[in-house]
């Protein structure tokens, strides 16, 4: 709560000294020193959410890790609890033939197999057939027995992995609702910043509705940022006081870069292969070069997650677009440097701005609470491509945090 008090204040507090600024140019270079003030102040609250941010998502992740071993178990409970019914309705259906044969034999009275046909063996044979009966009642009923105590430590076992979800549903809830205040918080606090990015994402979605392709929207977009870059370059050599460029200067071995304005080093995608954190907790439904329906390969892969599971960046970069495009439906594209991109898609809600420096494990958005009309669970799209190409994402991934097997 004094965090969220913070946060308004140093964006109400900075949104009145732009507009002072604004109106009273003779006197910005007084009032420089109070922008630079709380611009310092905004930047050290973003970091203090972003840290917050990563941690509430590790422990949503981890949270989304165990509720998967619970589902787990109790779908083996499940199966095992079936096979129990079906023996026990196996051994109750013997057990009912046993006593039909039992009633059958009993009717007849001893006089009977005495003084009726047949020699002294057929009577020693009814009686073997009587004796065996009552010992294969005997034996099932011991078997039936069991196999009740059997299935009832089975629906015992299913009743405690329905509390304990039930537990850890509720923990879970609660931890997204805490993510959810935070992301709004980070969220207000770079809107607050300057008009440079809702510049830039108007100028983007233009450049998303003349893209036919997401190769040549990932080209359009390359293209804008050169052309920010070469201008920016020209007017901070030309004032020497301009540092709010929002692109990731490459360094020249390419092993870090940095998000210029945000003070972040980025590390390379390249050293990180098979570490990069999955973008969501769940089950690979479909894999990259898989066909689809339309007779293409799929060029990513789907993870079926929970209902409102946190979206968080593979790795560090910088949000290159965060809007609708064509068939993707609302997505994220996310530079990583080196000519790395990734592309997620399928989120109910975005949480991150054009321009913004995102750290590996930060989340960017979640996915909607609310299943769809089917009754399934959300899917998140990853797609990761190399100079516009796409390559495989699962080789790149932590392999301990999906079910590959779907």
């Not at 299913?158 to 997204?176: C, D, G, S, V």
């Not at 390249?270 to 339309?294: D, T, W």
């Amino acid at each position: 709560m004094a965090l969220r008090r913070r946060t308004a204040m140093l964006a109400v507090v900075f949104l009145c000294v732009l507009s002072i600024d604004a109106r009273t140019p003779a006197s910005a270079q007084n009032s420089a020193p109070s922008v630079t003030v709380v611009k310092a102040q905004l930047a050290a609250q973003i970091k203090t959410l972003r840290q917050a941010l990563i941690k509430s998502a590790a422990k949503i992740q981890n949270q989304q890790v165990q509720l998967q071993a619970v589902d787990a178990r109790l779908a083996a409970l499940a199966l095992v609890d079936a096979a129990d019914q079906e023996r026990l309705i196996g051994l109750r259906q013997s057990l009912a033939t046993l006593g039909v044969t039992l009633q059958n034999l009993a009717r007849r009275p001893p006089e009977a197999v005495i003084v009726g046909p047949g020699s002294a063996i057929d009577s020693a044979r009814a009686a073997l057939l009587l004796e065996s009966a009552i010992a294969r009642v005997s034996d099932t009923g011991k078997r039936l027995r069991r196999q009740i105590d059997k299935s009832a430590d089975t629906r015992r076992a299913i009743l405690y992995e329905q509390e304990k979800l039930f537990q850890m549903t509720t923990a879970y809830e609660y931890e997204q609702q805490q993510l959810e205040t935070l992301l709004g918080e980070k969220l207000a606090l770079l809107s607050s910043s300057g008009g440079a990015a809702a510049k830039s994402q108007k100028k983007r979605e233009a450049l998303a509705r003349s893209a036919k392709s997401f190769r040549g929207l990932l080209q359009k977009l390359q293209t804008d940022i050169g052309t920010q870059n070469t201008a920016q370059g020209q007017l901070t050599a030309a004032t020497k006081a301009d540092k709010s460029t929002r692109s990731l200067d490459r360094s020249r071995d390419g092993s870090t870069a940095t998000a210029a304005g945000q003070g972040m080093q980025i590390s390379s995608i390249m050293r990180h292969k098979g570490k990069l954190p999955v973008p969501a907790i769940g089950n690979v439904v479909q894999r990259f070069g898989e066909p689809e329906r339309r007779g293409q390969r799929a060029k990513g892969i789907k993870i079926k997650t929970r209902n409102g599971a946190p979206v968080v960046a593979p790795h560090d970069g910088e949000i290159l677009f965060a809007d609708i495009f064509r068939g993707y439906g609302k997505i994220l594209i996310i530079d990583h440097g080196q000519g790395y991109h990734t592309l997620l898609a399928g989120l109910g809600r975005i949480y991150s701005t054009v321009g913004q420096a995102v750290l590996a494990g930060e989340p960017v958005g979640v996915m909607n609470e609310k299943q769809g009309t089917s009754g399934q669970r959300p899917e998140v799209y990853l797609e990761m491509r190399y100079n516009g190409l796409p390559i495989d994402p699962l080789p790149w991934l932590v392999p301990q945090t999906l079910d590959a097997n779907g």
